[in-house]
């Protein structure tokens, strides 16, 4: 079941959309934010890939980051 979720065209929309609206918003506060926002704009600024010329990893780590992130925020603000 784990693994249909992960291929889901609807689940990985619904993340993206969960993310901005996180990230916006002015009640999540800032340092949970940047928990997200700095290993992301970190690892896909300095140039220690695991494969160097290509963005597929960078992605990679994106979406892991990602689901780690909204299940935090979902967790920590019920309400939102």
């Known amino acids: 079941m784990k693994r249909r979720r992960l291929l889901s065209f609807?689940?990985?929309s619904l993340?993206?959309?969960n993310v901005r609206r996180?990230?916006?918003?002015s009640q999540?506060?800032?340092?949970d934010k940047l928990l997200f926002l700095v290993p992301v704009i970190f690892?896909?600024?300095?140039?220690f890939d695991l494969l160097p010329g290509l963005p597929i990893d960078d992605i990679g780590v994106t979406m892991l980051l990602m689901?780690?992130?909204t299940t935090?925020?979902?967790r920590k603000y019920p309400t939102l």
Do not use: D, E, T
């Open 10 to 12: 609807k689940h990985w």
């Open 43 to 47: 690892y896909w600024i300095f140039p």
């Open 72 to 74: 935090r925020v979902q």
């Open 67 to 69: 689901g780690w992130f």
């Open 15 to 17: 993340m993206f959309n």
């Open 22 to 25: 996180y990230v916006m918003s």
């Open 28 to 31: 999540v506060k800032l340092i």
